[in-house]
């Protein structure tokens, strides 16, 4: 019998929804429980973890210098960057996590700062501002527009509706998001053209992993050509499996080396860790312009980061593993520094007891 290297042993921390249904309850256990079957095949010793939101409750028990926390918290319930504020906590009792670290988690739910970012780093993005308030809007000269909550992810308040293409319109959709999502509007121009997922992963030198595009071709109206809440998670609509991945994308070796050092150079401004995903729209003449960046992304075994893994040549265990082996390299190097540190400290000291000796 093969017999499997014994690797680091894992934390899989996720938090759950006290809103959740039954079968949602469910379905988030059994998605755990196949990550830890494939860990655990690779050589990965795994205790699951699970919390709602006070998530130094929970770890206390654990030694930080025997785990490595697998990060699989995604939001917080009724809070805003809470999954940045569950990294903070980990940092702070020690803990060497995998994923992207608060500063990232945080800019990812503040769109109109991120897009100011991207633009500073003049990396393409479509032009775009923030609205408290459609009473804000007194002019707008980038339309079509597409309207959509600053802080939600998921396609959250994207719908056939988002797009707006005058004043009046545009001023309708950014109070519908203000008032049903409590929270200021991204108002940036609709990009018409194709869409591309880009994940990359690593640290220091992040390789960027085979391309996903949507295909949109079922759709007639180019105004609907983008990725709604319902083509997600509502199996009853009109979107839903109407927008399929190609994996096989079709590129010029111009466009594709674009694309990938748009994504690689978004990843690297935003202060990504470990692995990230970068949404791309390309226009009609071939320019890339980055529309989102998800760190952290959907990392079941059907999503699309791990399909893009799998294209790469790993199996869901391995792609999990790699990036726990990030986090390891991680923690040895602080270990290092530390103890490098500790061993410089001791020095000193000791050469200042045998001065103050010899002066005595």
Same mark, same amino acid.
């Given at each position: 019998?093969?017999?499997?290297?014994?690797?680091?042993?894992?934390?899989?921390?996720?938090?759950?929804?006290?809103?959740?249904?039954?079968?949602?309850?469910?379905?988030?256990?059994?998605?755990?429980?196949?990550?830890?079957?494939?860990?655990?095949?690779?050589?990965?010793?795994?205790?699951?973890?699970?919390?709602?939101?006070?998530?130094?409750?929970?770890?206390?028990?654990?030694?930080?210098?025997?785990?490595?926390?697998?990060?699989?918290?995604?939001?917080?319930?009724?809070?805003?960057?809470?999954?940045?504020?569950?990294?903070?906590?980990?940092?702070?009792?020690?803990?060497?996590?995998?994923?992207?670290?608060?500063?990232?988690?945080?800019?990812?739910?503040?769109?109109?700062?991120?897009? *100011?970012?991207?633009?500073?780093?003049?990396?393409?993005?479509?032009?775009?501002?923030?609205?408290?308030?459609?009473?804000?809007?007194?002019?707008?000269?980038?339309?079509?527009?597409?309207?959509?909550?600053?802080?939600?992810?998921?396609?959250?308040?994207?719908?056939?509706?988002?797009?707006?293409?005058?004043?009046?319109?545009?001023?309708?959709?950014?109070?519908?998001?203000?008032?049903?999502?409590?929270?200021?509007?991204?108002?940036?121009?609709?990009?018409?053209?194709?869409?591309?997922?880009?994940?990359?992963?690593?640290?220091?030198?992040?390789?960027?992993?085979?391309?996903?595009?949507?295909?949109?071709?079922?759709?007639?109206?180019?105004?609907?050509?983008?990725?709604?809440?319902?083509?997600?998670?509502?199996?009853?609509?009109?979107?839903?499996?109407?927008?399929?991945?190609?994996?096989?994308?079709?590129?010029?070796?111009?466009? *594709?080396?674009?694309?990938?050092?748009?994504?690689?150079?978004?990843? *690297?401004?935003?202060?990504?860790?470990?692995?990230?995903?970068?949404?791309?729209?390309?226009?009609?003449?071939?320019?890339?312009?980055?529309?989102?960046?998800?760190?952290?992304?959907?990392?079941?075994?059907?999503?699309?980061?791990?399909?893009?893994?799998?294209?790469?040549?790993?199996?869901?265990?391995?792609?999990?593993?790699?990036?726990?082996?990030?986090?390891?390299?991680?923690?040895?190097?602080?270990?290092?520094?530390?103890?490098?540190?500790?061993?410089?400290?001791?020095?000193?000291?000791?050469?200042?007891?045998?001065?103050?000796?010899?002066?005595?």
């Amino acid at each position: 019998m093969l017999q499997v290297k014994p690797r680091a042993p894992v934390l899989l921390l996720y938090n759950y929804y006290k809103s959740w249904s039954a079968e949602e309850a469910q379905e988030a256990r059994r998605h755990a429980g196949y990550m830890v079957e494939c860990l655990e095949a690779v050589g990965h010793p795994v205790r699951i973890v699970e919390f709602w939101k006070d998530v130094t409750e929970v770890m206390r028990r654990f030694d930080p210098a025997q785990w490595i926390v697998f990060n699989w918290c995604e939001g917080i319930e009724d809070e805003v960057g809470g999954d940045a504020r569950v990294c903070a906590d980990l940092e702070a009792m020690g803990f060497t996590y995998t994923g992207n670290p608060p500063a990232a988690l945080r800019l990812s739910v503040e769109k109109g700062r991120a897009k *100011r970012l991207l633009q500073r780093w003049g990396i393409p993005t479509p032009p775009g501002r923030e609205f408290n308030s459609a009473d804000e809007i007194t002019a707008w000269e980038h339309f079509p527009a597409i309207v959509k909550p600053v802080s939600q992810h998921c396609s959250a308040g994207v719908t056939r509706d988002a797009v707006a293409h005058d004043l009046g319109s545009l001023r309708r959709r950014v109070a519908y998001v203000n008032e049903t999502f409590r929270e200021a509007a991204l108002v940036e121009q609709f990009v018409d053209g194709r869409e591309i997922n880009v994940g990359v992963w690593g640290n220091g030198r992040p390789r960027v992993l085979p391309l996903r595009e949507i295909d949109f071709s079922a759709i007639e109206n180019p105004f609907h050509r983008m990725v709604t809440w319902d083509s997600k998670w509502v199996p009853t609509s009109v979107d839903w499996n109407a927008m399929p991945v190609i994996t096989e994308v079709q590129a010029s070796d111009e466009l *594709r080396a674009r694309i990938e050092r748009v994504a690689l150079d978004t990843y *690297r401004v935003f202060g990504c860790r470990d692995y990230a995903r970068v949404d791309l729209r390309i226009d009609r003449q071939g320019q890339p312009f980055v529309v989102d960046v998800n760190p952290n992304p959907d990392i079941t075994a059907d999503g699309g980061f791990i399909g893009a893994c799998r294209a790469a040549g790993y199996s869901y265990g391995e792609a999990v593993s790699n990036i726990i082996q990030m986090a390891v390299a991680r923690r040895n190097r602080r270990q290092a520094l530390f103890s490098m540190m500790q061993q410089r400290r001791l020095a000193t000291q000791a050469a200042l007891q045998s001065v103050a000796l010899a002066g005595g």
